[in-house]
């Protein structure tokens, strides 16, 4: 029970890997304030495994890329929670896309969800955060895409080394009130965001085949790492990014 008695905000908790977060964290003992944005239906699948696990769960709709968002999350959640100990910028998107043709409103949209409303939501939680006077933890969801690059993603990778930095920087921003700032990295995990990619059985094979672990991720693999990370455990931890991808990075030869 690591996050017992801690409020724990999640952005994009409708499925994926929002949705094993919240479920972990609940699990781990927390309460958890979940934004989701036009999937009421896996919002409620999310709901109902948070009440099977006995805790405490409170719904905001809305688009993350919308500046007001970010306010309406934070306040309803601390008002219904009784505060915020742990925020987790999770939205996002990846319209793969071959970079000589996209589309500017694609480059523009996915800008607008990973990075822009990254920054709002974090700010929004720091804020309470430093109001509240007792610390906090900011995780975000960045990416192996951070570090790397991919010939379908050159709209989508600057955005996760985006949020890497944003995390950095909070860090030292943040460090004197006792918000913790980090970024956790995942590899190539199997969720929506990636089931029209890895249907192609040539490139779901040859993303395997780099995997030291021999297999493609799951949701939860990335939400065990999000709740160290909100823990007490990770008490000195900050501006780290942690990678949890069963060792793709590091595989060269
Ligand atoms: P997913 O598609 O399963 O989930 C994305 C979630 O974000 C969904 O609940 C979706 O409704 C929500 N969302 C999308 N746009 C939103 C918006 N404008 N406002 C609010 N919510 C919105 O994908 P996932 O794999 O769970 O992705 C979650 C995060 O993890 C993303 O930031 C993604 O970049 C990152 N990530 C995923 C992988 C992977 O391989 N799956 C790897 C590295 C990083
Ligand atoms: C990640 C990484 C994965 C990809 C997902 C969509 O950041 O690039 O390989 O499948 O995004």
Not at 22 to 31: K, P, T
Not at 232 to 251: C, E, K, Q, W
Request: overall charge negative.
């Amino acid at each position: 029970m690591l996050l017992e008695g801690k409020n724990v905000l999640i952005t994009g908790a409708s499925r994926g890997i929002g949705r094993a977060t919240a479920i972990e964290c609940a699990r781990h003992g927390a309460d958890v304030a979940l934004n989701w944005f036009k999937d009421r239906e896996g919002m409620e699948e999310t709901l109902a495994e948070v009440a099977r696990l006995g805790r405490h769960a409170v719904e905001v709709e809305g688009d993350v890329a919308r500046p007001e968002s970010a306010e309406r999350f934070v306040s309803a959640a601390a008002a219904a929670l009784g505060g915020v100990d742990v925020f987790v910028s999770n939205a996002g998107i990846c319209p793969f896309h071959a970079f000589l043709d996209t589309p500017l409103e694609v480059f523009e949209r996915t800008m607008a969800v990973n990075l822009h409303g990254a920054y709002y939501m974090t700010q929004a939680a720091a804020r309470q955060m430093k109001q509240q006077g007792t610390g906090g933890a900011l995780i975000a969801i960045s990416s192996i895409s951070a570090l790397v690059g991919g010939g379908m993603q050159a709209h989508y990778t600057p955005t996760k080394a985006g949020v890497h930095s944003l995390m950095q920087s909070c860090a030292i921003a943040l460090g004197p009130y006792g918000i913790r700032c980090n970024s956790v990295m995942p590899g190539t995990i199997a969720t929506d965001i990636n089931r029209e990619d890895l249907a192609d059985p040539a490139k779901r094979a040859y993303m395997e085949k780099r995997i030291p672990l021999g297999r493609l991720g799951e949701a939860r693999d990335v939400a065990g790492c999000v709740v160290f990370l909100a823990s007490d455990l990770a008490r000195y931890v900050t501006g780290a990014s942690v990678l949890v991808d069963g060792g793709l990075f590091v595989n060269l030869q």
